[in-house]
């Protein structure tokens, strides 16, 4: 009997303890993320207010909610943006200050922000340049970067691993060189570190490689290039292939001569591709390789590339406002 007297006390007060949904309601409209200073904010969500409020008035035609207990477009963005900063659990994001939201909200916020900037936002923010205007930027930023490489160089492309856990379809494509799950993603960027492109639909186990002969960019440089755009390239390591329109090292060249020099200058151009995959992965903590995705590899990819249109979001943002 006093073991049962005992469990309906503690049951008693667990409910006591329980927050109700009413309770994180009335916390979600108390706690305003916003009223924090911008450096508090950049801590929290990575990015300034301004740029949250910018996303926040983009998406809001696609996460409003009609019911009148739905969560804002505010709080479902600041929410996603905490998880995409920090990639932990999602019951720990919820209980966060300013976020007051249970597990399954926590879920549904990550999943509808990220559909919707990828729908929304994703070609508009991350833009390979196509046209002979934007060629021609693109060539005149690299020519004043810090360590530029030869005329005509518009980007410089790798891959990097992403962690997710173990997909239930073909696992073993999704284990990489490094002997864990993980897609393999592409990207290109420019010498500051602003993303032209993003390919985040490979399991692991694929090649850098075979990724690249696969994908939209190589079909469009090399149509350029048969059209009699020959002055317009890539830069990439040696696990590319060389090709008219991606310049690699050449292996075993002898120091001191031409080639080797070659080799230096186009290794330091295109240290930018390498630097960018430390600054993404140190701001959007989600695609760190200690912050495992529990997500399967296609919504995983989507992530992927919601956190490259917000790393362009600052650069986005310049351009117009200049």
Not at 89 to 92: E, F, G, N, S, T
Not at 109 to 115: A, F, L, P, Q
């Given at each position: 009997?006093?073991?049962?007297y005992?469990?309906?006390?503690?049951?008693?007060d667990?409910?006591?303890?329980r927050?109700?949904?009413?309770?994180?309601r009335?916390?979600r409209e108390?706690d305003?993320?916003?009223?924090?200073?911008?450096?508090?904010?950049?801590k929290?969500?990575r990015?300034?207010p301004d740029l949250?409020?910018?996303?926040?008035?983009?998406?809001?035609?696609?996460l409003?909610?009609?019911r009148?207990?739905?969560i804002?477009?505010?709080?479902?963005v600041?929410?996603?943006?905490r998880?995409?900063?920090t990639?932990c659990?999602?019951?720990?994001v919820?209980?966060?200050?300013g976020?007051s939201?249970?597990?399954s909200?926590v879920?549904r916020?990550?999943?509808?922000?990220?559909?919707a900037?990828?729908?929304s936002?994703?070609f508009d923010k991350v833009?390979f340049?196509?046209?002979q205007i934007?060629?021609?930027?693109a060539?005149?930023v690299f020519?004043a970067?810090?360590a530029p490489f030869?005329?005509g160089t518009i980007?410089?492309i790798d891959?990097?691993h992403?962690?997710?856990?173990?997909p239930?379809n073909?696992?073993e494509?999704y284990?990489?060189?490094h002997g864990?799950h993980s897609i393999n993603?592409?990207?290109?960027?420019?010498?500051?570190?602003?993303?032209?492109?993003?390919?985040?639909k490979?399991?692991?186990a694929?090649h850098?490689?075979?990724?690249?002969?696969?994908s939209a960019?190589r079909r469009?440089k090399?149509?350029?290039?048969e059209?009699g755009?020959?002055?317009?390239?890539?830069?990439?390591?040696?696990g590319y292939?060389l090709?008219?329109?991606?310049?690699?090292?050449l292996?075993?060249?002898p120091?001191g001569?031409?080639?080797?020099?070659?080799n230096?200058?186009?290794?330091?151009?295109?240290?930018p591709?390498?630097?960018?995959?430390g600054?993404?992965?140190?701001?959007?903590r989600?695609?760190s390789q200690?912050r495992?995705?529990l997500?399967h590899?296609?919504?995983t990819?989507r992530?992927v590339?919601?956190c490259?249109?917000?790393?362009?979001?600052p650069?986005?943002?310049?351009?117009?406002n200049?």
């Open positions: 009997m006093a073991f049962e005992l469990a309906y006390v503690l049951s008693q667990e409910e006591l303890l927050p109700s949904p009413v309770d994180r009335l916390l108390v305003n993320p916003f009223h924090l200073n911008a450096t508090e904010f950049r929290l969500y990015l300034t949250a409020h910018d996303i926040i008035s983009q998406l809001d035609g696609l409003r909610g009609t009148i207990t739905a804002s477009t505010e709080k479902q600041i929410t996603a943006l998880f995409f900063a990639g659990y999602q019951r720990p919820g209980e966060q200050w976020i939201m249970s597990q909200s879920s916020c990550i999943h509808r922000v990220t559909n900037i990828n729908h936002l994703f833009k340049p196509m046209t934007e060629r021609q930027a060539k005149e020519s970067s810090p030869v005329g980007g410089a891959c990097t992403v962690s997710i856990m173990s239930r073909h696992e494509a284990v990489n060189h864990y993603v592409q990207m290109i960027c420019d010498p500051n570190l602003k993303i032209l492109n993003v390919n985040a490979f399991p692991g694929r850098d490689a075979f990724i690249w002969s696969s960019v469009v090399q149509r350029n290039f059209n755009s020959r002055n317009m390239f890539l830069i990439g390591d040696s292939p090709e008219p329109w991606l310049m690699t090292p292996p075993n060249q120091e001569s031409p080639k080797f020099r070659y230096e200058v186009l290794c330091k151009a295109r240290n591709v390498e630097r960018l995959f600054v993404l992965k140190g701001t959007w989600c695609l200690q495992t995705l997500y590899p296609g919504f990819g992530i590339n919601a490259a249109v917000l790393h362009n979001c650069y986005t943002s310049l351009t117009l200049t």
